[in-house]
């Protein structure tokens, strides 16, 4: 497969909305079952050959542990227990609510009995209907559930090489099921004291100054493919600073800035993977400058700190 191969939201904005949600529900079980970490570490999905899991997560009795995957291959979620029990089911021909029921069948097979505190949509538009009431999100494309799965692992690979070069506190590249985008963050140490009106999510997330960096599927507000980045809180100045490529842009959004690259401007340059990398070094050293970071001191080219392996080439 080509590299950033086409994903046009119009054309699986339907199954990208149920897809969404299934991954709401699952997410969820997942924030409900695992050790909390800091900045929501433990929340998010991770890649895996065929699709995104939860990874481990411990059963309530503390007897053991499961784990949920949703195979993009041959389009199935798959629930597994650590004693070898295993179910799956379909992932086509399902609403969001009958989604929900067989998940939660799927899990109390292996043992496992959940209980959600508020199983509804997270900041979503239908966010005050139960999942189990959702008969409207049905919408299951395959051939495009698999682009995205697709696209999700290229964008992976270009996010772990320019996570590689950072040696500061850094995330892991993550898929968030809340805004449905991947991501990596670079930490400094300076703590932000975020006002007692922020919501708990947002404080814990930006409790430290963060440059962050990703690409989502698009949305009512941006309805393409897009790479962006972003510094928060945004120093002064940023949204002055320029962009690389030529064609990336700063845009306001949610009384910040935010810098983007279009997808389909990057995948028809000459090199779409050094394109995106050189975007978000753009916006990195930029944002570090102003916020004085030690751009020298946390570099790691190649993914190497030790300076003698430096010296000889890795």
């Keep these: 497969m080509e590299l950033f191969p086409p994903i046009p939201l119009s054309q699986w904005q339907d199954s990208k909305e149920t897809v969404h949600r299934f991954a709401q529900v699952v997410g969820k079980i997942r924030l409900a079952y695992s050790a909390r970490r800091n900045h929501w570490w433990n929340v998010p999905y991770h890649l895996t050959g065929r699709g995104i899991t939860t990874r481990p997560m411990a059963v309530a009795d503390g007897g053991g542990t499961f784990c949920i995957d949703f195979d993009f291959v041959d389009h199935r979620l798959?629930?597994?227990?650590?004693?070898?029990?295993?179910?799956?089911f379909p992932l086509t021909g399902q609403s969001v609510a009958s989604f929900y029921r067989q998940t939660l069948d799927a899990l109390a097979l292996i043992g496992v009995t959940v209980s959600l505190p508020h199983p509804h949509p997270f900041d979503l538009p239908d966010a005050g209907r139960p999942f189990t009431d959702d008969t409207e999100h049905a919408a299951y494309d395959p051939f495009w559930v698999n682009r995205y799965w697709q696209v999700l692992g290229q964008v992976n690979l270009v996010l772990e090489e320019f996570a590689s070069r950072f040696c500061g506190k850094t995330s892991?590249?993550?898929?968030?099921?809340?805004?449905?985008?991947?991501?990596?963050?670079?930490?400094?140490?300076?703590?932000?004291?975020?006002?007692?009106?922020?919501d708990p999510v947002t404080r814990e997330a930006y409790s430290r100054e963060v440059i962050s960096s990703g690409f989502w599927f698009g949305d009512d507000a941006v309805p393409r493919p897009t790479f962006y980045s972003y510094a928060a809180p945004e120093p002064d100045g940023l949204a002055d600073c320029p962009l690389v490529p030529g064609s990336a842009r700063w845009m306001e959004r949610h009384g910040s800035h935010l810098a983007v690259l279009d997808?389909?401007?990057?995948?028809?340059?000459?090199?779409?993977?050094?394109?995106?990398?050189?975007?978000?070094?753009?916006?990195?050293?930029?944002?570090?400058?102003?916020?004085?970071?030690?751009?020298?001191?946390?570099?790691?080219?190649?993914?190497?700190?030790?300076p003698v392996a430096a010296r000889a080439g890795g």
């Design 263 to 306: 997808y389909d401007d990057a995948r028809g340059s000459e090199d779409p993977r050094g394109t995106v990398l050189g975007f978000y070094e753009s916006v990195y050293r930029s944002a570090a400058r102003l916020d004085h970071w030690n751009v020298g001191g946390e570099a790691s080219p190649g993914g190497v700190t030790d």
């Design 78 to 88: 798959v629930v597994c227990s650590s004693d070898g029990r295993r179910i799956s």
């Design 172 to 198: 892991p590249v993550h898929h968030f099921w809340h805004t449905f985008d991947i991501a990596v963050t670079r930490f400094s140490d300076h703590k932000v004291d975020q006002p007692p009106t922020v």
